[in-house]
Every structure is written in C-alpha cells, then in structure tokens.
C-alpha cells in the first residue's frame, strides 16, 4: 500500500508504503538478527555506503544508527547518486503472543537527516509453519527444486511473515517526485536483500 499527503505546496509531503511478503524457509528470529546487525548492512544492502551502531541502551533493546545510503533517481555531478548520511533511533523488542506466538518488532525514527524532514521504518516479523516440506520455496513464490537442502538458515519446517513499513516525509519537490516513483520498489529491493543475507549466513534454530 502506497499513500503521499501534504497540507499545502510548501509543507511537508509524507510518502508511505507496506510491503508484505511470506519467506520459506526462513526463522523470523534469523532475519530480526540481521535486521538488528546494522554494522554489516554496507555488506548486503544495495546503495549502502556506511552502517554503524553508535550507542546502545544498557537493557539492549535501542540503540542509535548511522546509515548513508543512495538514492535512486537522484543524480550529482558526473551521473555519481545523490547519497543521504541519517541517525536513527531503533527500538527492537521480541513479544510473546498468545498460544506461544512471538512477534518481533524493530522500529527506526530518524533524529538527524539532511534530505529528509522525517524517516520511520518498521519491521514486525511472526512464524508461519511451512507447508512447503521437502521442497525450497524462496522468495515471493519462486521454487527452486534443485535448492532442496541446499540453503543453510536452519528453518526447513519454519517461515517468517514480514510486514515492512516505511514512511519519508520531505519538503524538498524534486526528492518528493523522485520518491513518489521509486519507494515501493526501493522497500521491496530492501526486503529481498534481507533474505538473500538469511539465506547465505546459517542459522541455529535452537540458539536464543
């Protein structure tokens, strides 16, 4: 689901988008690990030039980002993509829910940008059984018989459903546009770079 609103030309224009998406074979508990270790998300993420955790809560559940990421659309000198440096706040918490079903949660809030007036992104995660046993079902519905046994997350009778959130609101008209025509693409790219990373780091299913 897309939505962009504004109050006048020269307000703030919020632009918001949800991307649901079912991964096979895939903990929940695995990607909100790697949602969590943002220090390695220049490693993964497309147009990611720079992550690092700069503070953390002593109960462990927030800490402070710096993320310097591309953005599509937007050009500097020499065709190079325009890049924004941003600190977010990140709150992660794992809930249980009834019948033994936990929900995890990682929400960011920017607290200093350039480009952006505001940045909000939330990921919640829950199980799913697989129905999918003996096959690799990958992402959004793809199979790929010959993958049998082959990928190493440690979830073969598991999947995660995720639910991606993302809300930019800017004041800038050409950043606006640009959004606009690229975000939904842009947060469905992100959910998919996170599950390759799933995918090509093991998981232990029984570790906490």
């Known amino acids: 689901a897309d939505a962009s609103s504004s109050d006048d030309s020269s307000a703030t224009t919020a632009h918001r988008h949800s991307h649901q998406a079912i991964l096979h074979r895939v903990h929940p508990r695995h990607l909100y690990g790697i949602i969590n270790d943002v220090d390695s998300y220049r490693d993964f993420l497309p147009l990611c030039s720079e992550s690092r955790v700069l503070r953390t809560s002593d109960c462990g559940t927030m800490y402070d980002a710096v993320l310097a990421v591309g953005l599509p659309g937007l050009s500097q000198a020499a065709g190079t ?17 009834s019948g033994g079903r936990t929900t995890w949660t990682v929400e960011a809030k920017s607290v200093r940008s350039n480009l ?6 939330r990921w919640e995660l829950s199980l ?50 640009t959004l606009d025509q690229v975000l939904r693409e842009v947060a469905k790219r992100q959910v ?6 799933c995918r090509e780091l093991p998981f232990d299913e029984t570790a906490r």
């Open 116 to 121: 952006f007036d505001s940045l909000r992104s």
């Open 81 to 97: 993509v325009l890049e924004e440096r941003y600190v977010s706040r990140v709150r992660a918490t794992e809930t249980p829910g």
């Open 192 to 197: 998919e770079a996170f599950e390759r990373r």
């Open 128 to 177: 799913v059984d697989d129905i999918y046993r003996g096959i690799n079902v990958v992402s959004h519905g793809t199979t790929k018989g010959d993958d049998v046994g082959r990928d190493r997350t440690g979830g073969a009778g598991s999947s995660c459903r995720v639910n991606f959130e993302v809300e930019i609101g800017v004041s800038n008209p050409l950043i606006s546009f």
